[in-house]
């Protein structure tokens, strides 16, 4: 695997990780709360996945033009 593709992967896996963390501590109080004590962990797995995606576009496109240019 190309080192470019491993950065992107990386960053998707440290997403499902954190949505997994965040997704097994949540209870409910016995006042009917619902407690998420990792909730600050569902935007930063939102920039994680998008910047995953984000390199791998970009790993894609300048992979193309460099196809292009030979």
Not at 14 to 38: C, M, Q, W, Y
Request: hydrophobic share 55%.
């Amino acid at each position: 695997m190309k080192n470019k593709y491993v950065v992107a992967i990386s960053f998707m896996i440290l997403a499902i990780i954190s949505l997994t963390i965040h997704a097994s501590n949540s209870k409910v109080r016995a006042d009917g709360f619902l407690e998420e004590p990792f909730f600050f962990l569902v935007p930063i797995s939102y920039v994680l996945f998008l910047s995953g995606i984000g390199v791998l576009l970009f790993g894609f496109i300048t992979s193309k033009l460099k196809k292009g240019n030979k």
